[in-house]
């Protein structure tokens, strides 16, 4: 269990940023 949190976690804080990222590049296109 705690195996798969170390590895799924780094993925889920990524998936977050570059959801983020994206958010914010469309919004300054506008």
Not at 2 to 30: C, M, Y
Request: overall charge neutral; cysteine-free.
């Amino acid at each position: 269990m705690r195996f798969d949190v170390i590895t799924l976690f780094p993925e889920l804080v990524n998936a977050v940023a570059e959801s983020g990222i994206v958010k914010r590049a469309a919004e300054q296109q506008r």
